[in-house]
């Protein structure tokens, strides 16, 4: 996954489960809309532009959701002795982060309230994410500071406490 793994201190791959579900549904719906209208295309023997942007929005969404799919699959959480990352997809993608240990203030073990975050997957804004995957109804709570900033991430995990003891060696 990248970096030195001698100082990898803690990793876990949460499979995002519904998500996952969820965008196979989309994705067959997507086919099929494809399949319909190039079935209809070819029984009216004629092809109308209106038809043909049905065909390549179709197709586009398929590839869309098929992408999607593929990135938010899995949630990624790493503590090595310089940095925690926390990202969906492969490693160092663009959806996620990475907060440097010594700017860690604090780590917490807290319940997980979708309601409060607006669902899973990636949520909220500027100063405040929560990374998160369905399943799993606990995470860590950390607080840190970014160019002087308080920033806040939560991070679903299947194993928080061990999180939060990595953490804490890696301060050490």
Known sequence: MGGNDDNVL????????????????????????????????????????????????????????????????????????????????????????????????SAVVEPYDALRWGGWGIRGLGRKQAYSTTGVDRGVRMLFDQRGVEQLVFVTSARPESITEAIARARE
Do not use: K, Y
């Not at 099929?32 to 942007?53: E, H, K, N, T």
């Open 10 to 105: 803690f990793e876990e791959e949460t499979e995002w489960l519904f998500g996952a579900r969820l965008f196979l549904v989309l994705a067959i719906c997507c086919g099929g809309l494809i399949a319909f209208i190039a079935l209809q295309l070819v029984r009216v023997g004629a092809f109308p532009p209106s038809a043909m942007v049905g065909l390549f929005a179709g197709s586009l969404a398929f590839v869309i959701v098929a992408v999607c799919a593929r990135i938010f699959r899995r949630l990624v959480v790493r503590v090595t002795r310089r940095e925690v990352t926390v990202h969906f997809g492969a490693s160092g993608g663009p959806f996620g982060r990475t907060i440097p240990i010594r700017a860690i203030r």
